[in-house]
């Protein structure tokens, strides 16, 4: 859902690059074999890498030194860092602040918030929800002070959330490899600030990070993490889907994601809401082509010719823009099982690829980006904070190896980027039918297409010829809590 009222924070972060599909080896050098950048480990490519990645990474390997690598890789930057990135976010909200307003999807949160503790009329226990009932927890938390303060709670449980994200990343100082994954975060969290700060994402997110990274090392916890995610937004369940399909830990986590949804429906059920526990399924089952999925481009564009029949709309109900023309029933319809039949495809191709490949937490991670990406790029519902269902996986697999991931990494700073600048930027042009906006929407869902497509031809690759990893990575990998997955 969009706020009729757009914000927009901070700077945009703008990367060019045209990604291509290739196959990374982690080997030791030998001639010839070129690095990355900020201590990435050497790599050669068994075919050739495109020219954009390679111009971005020989003007990273340009721009950043020695000297200052090795001050990027510093603790104390880092925090310095994160702390300046979040006083920024507090200046930008402090007006919000002191006034007692909120912005983006805060008002709805706090009505919501409002009425159970006020009326005792609770979401999703008393009447249906278009949300899991785990979301119910941070959204009346965030109002245990009174609604005059809303938004500055909201703004602490990110904060908090976040910290504790950068600190597993990076081990809390101790793991160098993850400090390119920890700026990264903070480099996606800027220019996604305008809905990280403002919705459920910005707390589910940070939480399936902590999942990923716990996985190997403490996958109880790392199951606990990425099930309440899922019970506060359900795109965490496609990550869930991964680790199943490709990790060693599977019987923990399914025996763990078990029990605590088990214990959150019993609350549920002793609350006298358990007729309602699953109403987020099928709650939104009837919703038309949102304006900004990749599914609807085609008609946006039709909307925008003036094309007789087609138009773009407000669904006042749900507060957001739909799309309307010859087709879109159809088309909505059908992406729904169309989205689920491409991810149980990409469900067995990650059981083959199981068999062949001896880096699990690549897989794992390769996995979970394929079918995150499923979830985005062929859902009738599009909306801008659907990116940072991507992100935090994209931000793991830094972490793992940056060699293989700088293409998605590139790839979601850009996608980040043309994301800001649709909503909130130029929403409301985009809306009347703007040429150049719509061009924004169109690019930006191309590369989301891009990103699906990438992730699926690699799991093929691996499926078909197995995985290259070597030793001293895997041992590597393992003492970062990652290659045993």
């Given at each position: ?7 927009a ?12 599909i290739?196959?990374?080896r982690?080997d ?6 070129r690095?990355g ?14 020219y ?6 020989q003007?990273?390997i ?5 000297a ?32 007692g307003?909120?912005?983006g ?12 503790l006020?009326?005792n009329?609770?979401q ?5 929800w ?19 303060l ?12 976040n910290?504790?994200?950068?600190g597993v990343l ?20 800027l ?5 990280g ?7 589910s ?34 990550v ?8 060693r ?5 399914v ?38 999925a990749?599914?609807?481009t ?35 319809s ?9 991810m ?24 979970a ?11 009738k ?15 793991v ?9 700088r ?5 979601m ?13 130029f929403?409301?042009p985009?809306?009347h039918?703007?040429?150049g906006a ?5 690019l ?11 992730s ?10 197995g ?19």
């Amino acid at each position: 859902m969009h706020s009729q009222a757009p914000e927009a924070f901070g700077h945009l972060l703008v990367v060019s690059l045209s990604p291509s599909i290739r196959t990374l080896r982690s080997d030791p050098p030998r001639a010839g074999a070129r690095a990355g950048f900020i201590g990435c480990d050497w790599v050669e490519s068994d075919v050739p890498v495109s020219y954009f990645v390679e111009l971005v990474d020989q003007r990273l390997i340009t721009l950043i030194t020695p000297a200052r690598r090795a001050w990027l890789q510093s603790p104390r930057t880092l925090l310095l860092g994160f702390v300046g990135l979040h006083l920024l976010f507090l200046f930008a909200l402090l007006p919000t602040i002191l006034t007692g307003r909120v912005l983006g999807d805060l008002p709805l949160y706090r009505v919501w918030a409002e009425q159970a503790l006020t009326t005792n009329v609770w979401q999703g226990i008393d009447v249906e929800w278009v949300y899991p009932i785990g979301a119910l927890v941070p959204i009346v938390l965030a109002d245990v002070a009174g609604p005059l303060l809303y938004q500055l709670l909201w703004f602490l449980m990110t904060l908090a959330l976040n910290a504790l994200a950068v600190g597993v990343l990076t081990g809390w100082g101790r793991n160098r490899a993850g400090y390119k994954a920890a700026w990264f975060w903070l480099a996606i969290s800027l220019v996604l600030s305008p809905v990280g700060l403002l919705r459920l994402e910005g707390l589910s997110a940070p939480l399936v990070i902590m999942g990923l990274v716990l996985l190997a090392r403490r996958p109880v916890i790392a199951s606990a993490l990425l099930t309440i995610a899922t019970w506060i937004k359900v795109w965490p369940a496609a990550v869930m889907l991964a680790v199943v399909a490709a990790s060693r830990r599977r019987v923990s986590v399914v025996l763990t994601g078990a029990a605590v949804s088990t214990a959150i429906a019993g609350a549920v059920w002793a609350a006298g809401g358990i007729r309602f526990l699953t109403g987020f399924v099928t709650m939104q089952s009837d919703r038309a082509l949102q304006l900004e999925a990749p599914v609807t481009t085609p008609w946006v564009w039709l909307a925008a010719i003036g094309h007789h029949g087609t138009t773009i709309y407000q669904n006042h109900a749900i507060a957001t823009r739909e799309v309307t023309g010859p087709g879109t029933t159809f088309a909505a319809s059908a992406m729904t099982p169309l989205m689920f039949l491409v991810m149980a495809a990409i469900f067995v191709l990650l059981v083959v690829a199981l068999r062949r490949s001896r880096d699990h937490a690549q897989l794992v991670l390769m996995g979970a980006l394929a079918l995150v990406s499923t979830f985005v790029v062929l859902n009738k519902v599009g909306s801008p904070q659907y990116m940072l269902w991507i992100a935090p996986v994209v931000a793991v697999g830094v972490a793992h190896d940056w060699a293989r991931w700088r293409v998605p990494a590139y790839l979601m700073l850009v996608i980040g980027a043309l994301t800001t600048l649709i909503f909130p930027v130029f929403y409301l042009p985009l809306v009347h039918g703007d040429a150049g906006a719509l061009l924004l929407l169109t690019l930006r869902n191309a590369l989301l297409v891009v990103l699906l497509g990438w992730s699926v031809l690699a799991l093929w690759h691996t499926a078909r010829v197995g995985s290259t990893a070597s030793v001293s990575v895997r041992r590597h990998a393992d003492a970062r809590g990652l290659a045993t997955n």
